[in-house]
């Protein structure tokens, strides 16, 4: 019943209200949309996730283009409601779905999509199981339209360009997944994080994450001092809170999983580590445990 009454607000209402994003004003041009803290589900249309807005003189410059082609639409109207101006740039803060699939959408708006090379590499290997996992998630009318469309503009390292008299600075950084980068934006004193940085749930480690590269790139943008933090989940936030809930989290996970190892633990009693310091956090119970599996993965044969 639940389902229909959803579906029957899309044909309704048009844009469904339950899938907007709260709009947090950071400075007078930089913006984020900051979306739910559970998982992708129909009425968030896989926007599970915070997306970055830079209004330009000469238009907008979004960090991550949203998780389907009815996200990107919901992120569009969202933008709509602080500025008139159309979304010029697209920047893919990195492989998971969110980041990307909402490409196809902005380039028929004509924007120009940029993404590091690693990221690029990783949406092309992993595209065939998101799309069917979104499928499960937010159901055939969530995932209309969403079509694969990589960026055309790319980057090994780094890549900095000014557009409408903002300069911006993108530098890969691995971290949750091999192609996340960071977008710095001296003039307004703020860092867009993509998924380097998690705050009020918990950070997801998954297959492709490396938690050693992650705690590194965490330092890189660290050393920046930027006033403002715009993480990949959670609101904007300052250092702190991000290191707290993020390079915190991280050093501890490889800290307990390090001394297990060494006692001769295994990864079937590695889920039973020392990680209460976190359990405020949202998600915790779902994903405190295959963390700590997928951090003994990664350092059993470091």
């Not at 990307?100 to 595209?127: F, H, K, P």
């Not at 055309?152 to 903002?166: C, I, L, S």
């Not at 310091?277 to 059993?300: C, K, P, T």
């Amino acid at each position: 019943m639940k389902r229909i009454l959803l579906i029957l607000a899309v044909f309704l209402c048009g844009a469904p209200a339950f899938a907007q994003l709260k709009h947090v004003a950071i400075t007078e041009r930089a913006h984020a949309l900051v979306g739910p803290l559970g998982n992708r589900d129909f009425a968030n249309l896989g926007n599970n996730a915070t997306f970055g807005v830079v209004v330009t003189n000469d238009g907008v410059v979004l960090i991550d283009a949203g998780g389907t082609r009815e996200g990107a639409k919901q992120i569009d109207r969202a933008i709509d409601r602080f500025t008139d101006l159309p979304v010029r740039i697209v920047i893919n803060s990195g492989g998971q779905d969110h980041r990307w699939l909402g490409n196809s959408y902005w380039a028929e708006q004509g924007a120009r999509i940029i993404a590091s090379e690693a990221a690029v590499l990783d949406q092309t290997d992993r595209a065939s199981l998101q799309l069917t996992i979104l499928d499960q998630l937010v159901g055939d009318m969530g995932l209309n339209g969403t079509e694969i469309l990589h960026a055309t503009e790319t980057f090994a390292d780094e890549m900095n360009f000014t557009f409408g008299g903002v300069s911006f600075e993108i530098r890969h950084a691995p971290a949750h997944t091999p192609g996340d980068s960071y977008t710095w934006v001296p003039s307004e004193n703020t860092v867009f994080t993509g998924d380097i940085v998690y705050t009020k749930r918990l950070l997801g480690v998954v297959p492709v994450s490396n938690t050693r590269d992650w705690l590194a790139s965490f330092e890189a943008f660290e050393a920046l001092h930027a006033e403002h933090v715009v993480p990949g989940h959670g609101n904007p936030t300052d250092i702190l809170e991000a290191a707290t809930s993020t390079y915190d989290y991280l050093s501890n996970l490889r800290e307990q999983i390090g001394a297990h190892i060494e006692t001769g633990g295994t990864i079937m009693d590695a889920a039973q580590v020392d990680q209460s310091g976190f359990a405020h956090l949202y998600n915790f119970d779902i994903l405190s445990g295959r963390n700590a599996q997928a951090v003994f993965e990664e350092m059993e044969w470091d």
